[in-house]
């Protein structure tokens, strides 16, 4: 928060030691290192005779944009695809893509360029193909909501598998509604009610049986129930009421981006809000620039994208990273000075990293900036350890702070686990188990605290303790 003494000298180009004079005659003496108020900034770059603009957290968010709710209009379903390894997603994706094309696509040769549209009953899904749950809290950790339906790929010979679990783990943390999509039903030994008995345990269970989750059996092989799979997610968007204004300027994701050696820096992004033209100028993250020309996922050049579709632009000056938020400006200047400023901003931070929450720190931040629940990832060498841990916590006073387990799985600590603790602000916990490197490395470039125990009441001592602020720091 806010702008030290040394950062505004390095954006207003003029020397430190310039700033702090003019602060002393002002009558606030500052320091290099210590934050000036915005009405400060304002007056010291005033007085240099510069004008500065703030840019609030409310811009820079720039989805906080109000919308009337007569402007708003239905809009297609955005929908990623998940599940264990080998299950079928890719298979599937093909499928639909596949079906699709023989209800009159022009073209009919799909480029890859992160996800596509496809039609139904004159309505439009998009797919977006983020490859896998890591990928999907990778860009929610970067405060992207770009699914608003998982498509869960369970085969129906191999039922549910770690990832299976993984993927339904990390879609609640999302919030965002599961239909499973029961594979490889053509294949003699498959057994789809077995996948249904098996999900109940993870509280994915049937609309028939009184549940809340849609179930579709299907082969990606053979095409079959892919329709009757389309029109469920088709169902499941009416009920989600999917809404977003058109009619104003550009807003979304980038979903995917490279360096292309002909064509520059190309990127898919998907439309959140608004919509988006040719000629219109972009700032996407760090990258800014006027969209050059759109290109849907068959090649096929486009005027404009609406809320929901995903399309392929030139014309940025960089390339932009998954999950970096785009918006539209009027000001090619703006977005130009908003790119540099972000940059800026960028280098910064790197610098003084966030932090996020730890046993450590959990009492301050719940007192300090009313954190009131304490989101843990579980890893274990045995199920029973973690069935145990649960239980205790269950006991546990949650009136102050409410404790969730949103993952828990046997095995070491991934580097997945770390990306999904790192966006649920959450602290992971291992019991006779340990970080993988490439997991160790995360958490320490990200922040994300890592304990690990042998006994369990050591652990629920410590979670204990968290809770009231008694934990002293130990290293
Ligand atoms: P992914 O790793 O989840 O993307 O899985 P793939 O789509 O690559 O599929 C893994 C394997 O399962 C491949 O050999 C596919 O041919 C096979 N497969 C996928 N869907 C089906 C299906 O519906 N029936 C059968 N029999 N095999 C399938």
Redesign the pocket.
């Known amino acids: 928060e806010g702008v030290t003494v040394a950062e505004l000298a390095e954006i207003l180009e003029v020397s430190a030691n310039d700033i702090i004079k003019r602060l002393f005659l002002l009558g606030t003496p500052l320091t290099m290192t210590q934050t000036m108020s915005n009405d400060l900034v304002e007056l010291v770059a005033d007085d240099l005779g510069r004008q500065v603009r703030i840019v609030t957290a409310e811009e820079e968010n720039s989805f906080s944009f109000y919308d009337a709710p007569e402007d708003l209009k239905s809009r297609p379903p955005v929908v990623t695809v998940m599940?264990?390894?080998?299950?079928?997603?890719?298979?599937?994706l093909d499928a639909i893509r596949h079906t699709n094309v023989w209800s009159g696509e022009a073209g009919g040769i799909t480029q890859h360029i992160g996800a596509s549209e496809v039609q139904i009953n004159g309505r439009q899904i998009t797919f977006v193909d983020t490859p896998g749950h890591e990928a999907f809290t990778a860009m929610r950790a970067r405060g992207a909501k770009i699914t608003d339906v998982v498509v869960l790929?369970v085969a129906a010979d191999d039922g549910v598998m770690p990832q299976t679990i993984e993927a339904i783990n990390h879609s609640k943390a999302a919030g965002v509604p599961i239909i499973v999509a029961v594979?490889?039903?053509?294949?003699p030994e498959a057994n789809p009610d077995k996948v249904r008995q098996m999900l109940t345990e993870y509280g994915i269970i049937p609309e028939e049986w009184g549940g809340q989750n849609m179930f579709v059996n299907?082969?990606?092989?053979?095409g079959q129930g892919i329709d009757d799979l389309l029109e469920t997610i088709l169902l499941q968007a009416d009920v989600l009421e999917l809404k977003a204004n058109p009619d104003t300027f550009a807003s979304g994701n980038i979903i995917e981006a490279k360096l292309d050696r002909g064509r520059g820096p190309v990127a898919t992004l998907l439309v959140t809000r608004g919509t988006l033209h040719v000629g219109d100028t972009i700032v996407a993250g760090q990258s800014y620039g006027s969209v050059r020309a759109m290109l849907d996922q068959h090649g096929n050049h486009k005027d404009e994208a609406r809320p929901s579709d995903a399309v392929e632009i030139l014309g940025l000056n960089s390339v932009p990273a998954a999950g970096d938020e785009f918006r539209v400006f009027e000001d090619a200047r703006d977005a130009r000075d908003l790119a540099e400023q972000r940059a800026l901003k960028a280098r910064i931070e790197e610098q003084n990293k966030v932090k996020h929450v730890t046993l450590e720190t959990l009492f301050d931040e719940m007192s300090q900036n009313e954190l009131k629940e304490l989101n843990l990832v579980v890893k274990a060498d045995a199920q029973g350890t973690i069935e145990a841990l649960a239980d205790s916590i269950g006991k546990m006073d949650q009136s102050e702070v409410r404790i969730n387990i949103i993952h828990s799985a046997v095995g070491a600590i991934s580097e997945t686990d770390v990306t999904l603790a790192m966006a649920s602000n959450a602290i992971i916990i291992g019991f006779g188990v340990r970080p993988q490197p490439k997991a160790r490395d995360a958490a320490e470039r990200e922040n994300v605290q890592i304990k690990t125990y042998s006994i369990i009441y050591k652990a629920i001592e410590d979670i204990d303790a968290a809770r009231i602020g008694m934990l002293k720091p130990t290293e």
């Open positions: 599940g264990h390894v080998d299950h079928g997603k890719t298979s599937l790929v594979n490889k039903c053509d294949k299907v082969s990606a092989k053979k």
